[in-house]
C-alpha cells in the first residue's frame, strides 16, 4: 500500500477476506453507525441557532423534527431568521419575506438588495481563502486579501469590455482559483455567471453557451485528466453570435495564445490583460433579491440542456443555511468537495467563502495516479471536510480500500456524499476504512434548485443507507399517483411549498411553459423532481432512484436504488443498472446488468443474485436477464444512465436518447447497448 492511502485494484476474493469490507457487505440501511458526541452537539452551529430562535424569537424548538416542522410551516419568519443569523450583507427592505407563495412564482424579499459576492468577500486577511491543487502537484495558495484584490481587478476588466447587469460570461475553465475569481468578479457586477468544465465536447459547450448569448467567453488554454493534457477548442468562440470578447487563461501550453490568434478569436486578450488594472475598488453592485445570479445546465442526457437561472438572494440564503446548519462549515474549516466548474458543487463548494472557511479546490481525475489521491490531498492539506460522490466512494471501497491505515486523516470531521444515493454498504465502508469519528451527511438535491432537498444536521445520528432528514426550510413529501402523502411507502418527491433557490426561470422561456411542463405539471402547485423517496417515520429520508426509471413489476412499483442496494451487497459486484423494459409494445424483460471484480459471470453467480433479490426484496423483482458488462455508465456527476439506456433498448437512436458529451465513460454505454442487443437475438441461455 502506498504512502498516500491508495491500495492497488484487487479482486471481489480479497475484498471478501477483508474483515472491514465484509463487516461492511453485512450492514443492512438502516444500522447506525455514528453519533454526535456530546461536544460535537454543543458546538454545533444548529445549536447555536436553535439558542439564538429562544433568546431573540422566543421559540422553543424542543428537537430536530420540531426545527424542520416549524421551517416549512412557517417560511417567512424562517427565512428572515436565516438572513438575520447569518448577518447577511445588504439591505432588507420593508416588505415581507414572502409576498407571494405560488408555485411557481414565489415571491421572496421584494425590498431587498443584495450582492452574491458581497456576502462571499466579508472576510478580510492574511489567512488562505482558496488552496487550489493540480493533479501534477501544481497549488496556488492565496489569502483572503488577495482574493479581494483579484477580484477587484477581474471586475475592472469586465467593466472596461462592456460588461453591464444583466450581461452574461461564460466560463470554460477547470476548477482553479481563475475560475473562482472569475465568477465572483462577475457577481460582483450584477452579471450572470454560467461555466462548463473544459473537457465537454464543443458541441455540448455550444448547445449550453449558445442559448444564453454571452457576452465574455473566459476559456482555459488545456487542461490536464489522468495525467493526458488536452486543448480546449478554439472554435467553441466562433459558435457564439454577439461575443465581444475572449479571455484566453495560461494553464497548460505556453504557445496557445498564438494558435488563438492565428484562429482569429474576437475580442481576443489573455487573463494578464483582463486583470491589468492593479489598484482597482473592490465594489459590490447590489441588485434586486431575484436578480439573476448565474445560470447552470441540466445534465443534457436526454433533449437539450435547460438553462436554469438562479437568484443572487435565493442562492446566498439557502447556501448560508446549508453550509452553516447542515454541513457546520465556519472559518476554522478547510472545505473540500471533487467536483468540475459543470456540476452545482462546485457552486456549492465556492459557497463555503460565504461562511468564511478555506475553500480547497482539485483539478484532475479522482483516480490519478492511483486510487486514495484524495484521501492523500485531505491529508496533505488538512482538510475538515471532504465531499465527493457516492460513485467515487464505492469505487474506494469495492477493491478494499483503506485510507486511515495510510494517511492521517484525524482532522477530518465530515465526510459528503451526494450525486446518486449511497448504499448501506458504502456508508458502513466509511466507518470502518476511513474513519470512525467523522460524521457522514449524504445529501440530495439537485442542479434544478442549486441546494440538498434532504440532508441531516450534525446533531442527529447517521444511519446506514438513509439520508438523516429534510432540509430546513424545504417541504419535501413523498406522494403516490394521486398526489396522496405517503410515510414509509415509496413515492414521488416532491415540495409543496416555496424555496427561495428554485428557479428564477429558464432561459428562452417566455412563457413558462417549459419550467411548468418540467416541474409543476404532475402535481399542479407542487414541484416534483423526478426521484423516487421514502420517508421514514421517523423522518429519514431514503433515495430510491430517478421515478422515470422506476420497475413496475405487476403493480408493485420499486426504486432502482432499492435493487442496487441488495445486488451489490454481493462481494462479486461491483456496480449495477437495471432497466425494466416491460411495458414497451409487445413486453419486455427486466434487464440486470453487472460489473463484476473478477470477470466471468458463472450460472452459480446468477442464481445468486436471483436468490438475493427474491428473498430480500420482491419476487417480482427476481430480473429476467442477468448480463454482465465490464463498467456501467454513468454521467460526468456519476449518475447511473438508467433513462437513456431503457431509450436504447426501446429502439431509439442514440442521438436521441442521450449526448455522449455528458456521458463519463461513453464506451461503457456502447458496450451495454451491444451486449443487450447479442443477448437478445442469442439462442443460448439468457445468463451466457
Not at 113 to 140: F, K, M, Q, S, W
Not at 496 to 501: F, N
Request: net charge negative; glycine share 10%; charged share 20%.
Amino acid at each position: 500500500m502506498a504512502a498516500d492511502g491508495t491500495a492497488p485494484q484487487r479482486p471481489a476474493s480479497a475484498v471478501a477476506q477483508n474483515p472491514a469490507a465484509a463487516d461492511a457487505a453485512r450492514i443492512r440501511p438502516g444500522t447506525p453507525l455514528w453519533e454526535p458526541s456530546a461536544r460535537r452537539i454543543e458546538q454545533a452551529a444548529v445549536t447555536n441557532y436553535r439558542s439564538w430562535l429562544a433568546a431573540e424569537r422566543g421559540l422553543d424548538l424542543g428537537d430536530e423534527a420540531a426545527l424542520w416542522a416549524w421551517s416549512v410551516t412557517e417560511l417567512g419568519p424562517f427565512w428572515e431568521s436565516i438572513w438575520d443569523f447569518c448577518a447577511v450583507e445588504g439591505e432588507r427592505g420593508d416588505g415581507p419575506a414572502l409576498a407571494g407563495a405560488g408555485m411557481p412564482g414565489a415571491v421572496w424579499f421584494p425590498d431587498a438588495r443584495v450582492n452574491y459576492a458581497e456576502n462571499a468577500l466579508t472576510r478580510r486577511g492574511g489567512a488562505p481563502a482558496v488552496i487550489a491543487v493540480r493533479e501534477d502537484g501544481a497549488t496556488v495558495v492565496v489569502s483572503w486579501d488577495e482574493l479581494r484584490r483579484q477580484v477587484a481587478r477581474a471586475a475592472a476588466g469586465l467593466r472596461a469590455l462592456g460588461v453591464t447587469e444583466g450581461d452574461r460570461i461564460c466560463g470554460v475553465l477547470p476548477n482553479t482559483v481563475y475560475a473562482t475569481v472569475a465568477m465572483l468578479a462577475t457577481a460582483s457586477l450584477g452579471a450572470v455567471w454560467s461555466s462548463c468544465s473544459p473537457e465537454l465536447g464543443a458541441t455540448a459547450l455550444v448547445a449550453r453557451f449558445a442559448q444564453i448569448t454571452p457576452k465574455v467567453l473566459i476559456g482555459v488554454d488545456g487542461y490536464s485528466y489522468g495525467g493526458r493534457g488536452y486543448d480546449t477548442v478554439a472554435a467553441l468562440a466562433a459558435d457564439l453570435p454577439g461575443l465581444a470578447a475572449t479571455v484566453l487563461v495560461p494553464y497548460l501550453a505556453p504557445d496557445a495564445f498564438a494558435r488563438a490568434r492565428g484562429a482569429g478569436l474576437p475580442g481576443l486578450l489573455t487573463w494578464d490583460e483582463l486583470m491589468a488594472v492593479e489598484d482597482a475598488e473592490l465594489e459590490f453592485n447590489r441588485v434586486a433579491f431575484d436578480a439573476p445570479l448565474w445560470i447552470v445546465y441540466s445534465s443534457g442526457t436526454t433533449g437539450p440542456p435547460k438553462a436554469i437561472m438562479q437568484g443572487h438572494g435565493g442562492i446566498l440564503l439557502e447556501h448560508l443555511k446549508a453550509l452553516a446548519l447542515h454541513l457546520d462549515l465556519g472559518p476554522d474549516d478547510r472545505f473540500c468537495w471533487f467536483t468540475t466548474t459543470g456540476w452545482m458543487m462546485w457552486n456549492y463548494l465556492v459557497s463555503g467563502l460565504l461562511v468564511g472557511a478555506t475553500i480547497v479546490l482539485y483539478d484532475g481525475a479522482a483516480g490519478y495516479p492511483t486510487l486514495g489521491t484524495l484521501f492523500g490531498l485531505a491529508e496533505a492539506l488538512e482538510l475538515t471536510f471532504f465531499g465527493t460522490s457516492a460513485a467515487y466512494l464505492q469505487s474506494c471501497r469495492d477493491p478494499g480500500l483503506v485510507p486511515r491505515e495510510h494517511a492521517d486523516l484525524s482532522l477530518l470531521r465530515t465526510i459528503g456524499s451526494t450525486g446518486s444515493p449511497l448504499s448501506a454498504t458504502a456508508y458502513a465502508w466509511v466507518y470502518d476504512a476511513v474513519s470512525p469519528q467523522v460524521m457522514l451527511p449524504s445529501i440530495s438535491g439537485g442542479t434544478d434548485v442549486c441546494r440538498a432537498l434532504a440532508a441531516g444536521l450534525p446533531t442527529m445520528p447517521v444511519r446506514a443507507g438513509e439520508i438523516g432528514s429534510r432540509a430546513l426550510g424545504c417541504a419535501v413529501a413523498a406522494f403516490d399517483a394521486d398526489g396522496k402523502e405517503l410515510i414509509d411507502e415509496v413515492g414521488e418527491l416532491v415540495v409543496t411549498a416555496p424555496m427561495p433557490s428554485m428557479p428564477l426561470s429558464l432561459w428562452g422561456d417566455q412563457d413558462r411553459s417549459r419550467l411548468y411542463d418540467s416541474y409543476y405539471a404532475a402535481f399542479p402547485g407542487v414541484w416534483r423532481h423526478g426521484d423516487w423517496v421514502r420517508i421514514t417515520s421517523d423522518g429519514a429520508v431514503v433515495v430510491e432512484g430517478r421515478s422515470d426509471a422506476t420497475l413496475n413489476r405487476g403493480g408493485i412499483r420499486i426504486g432502482t436504488g432499492e435493487l442496487y442496494s441488495v445486488v451489490e451487497q454481493l462481494a462479486e459486484v461491483v456496480d449495477s443498472l437495471a432497466v425494466d423494459t416491460s411495458d414497451a409494445p409487445g413486453g419486455g424483460e427486466l434487464l440486470l446488468f453487472v460489473a463484476l471484480a473478477e470477470p466471468g459471470l458463472t450460472p452459480e453467480l446468477a442464481q445468486r443474485i436471483r436468490h438475493t433479490v427474491r428473498t430480500e426484496l420482491s419476487p417480482r423483482h427476481v430480473p429476467d436477464r442477468i448480463l454482465e458488462i465490464p463498467a456501467v455508465p454513468r454521467t460526468r456527476n456519476g449518475k447511473k444512465l438508467e433513462v437513456p439506456v431503457k431509450r436504447l433498448l426501446a429502439g431509439a437512436a442514440l442521438a436521441d436518447a442521450v449526448s455522449l458529451d455528458a456521458v463519463a465513460n461513453p464506451q461503457a454505454l456502447l458496450t451495454l447497448v451491444a451486449t443487450a442487443e447479442q443477448a437478445r437475438t442469442a439462442t443460448a441461455a439468457p445468463d451466457a
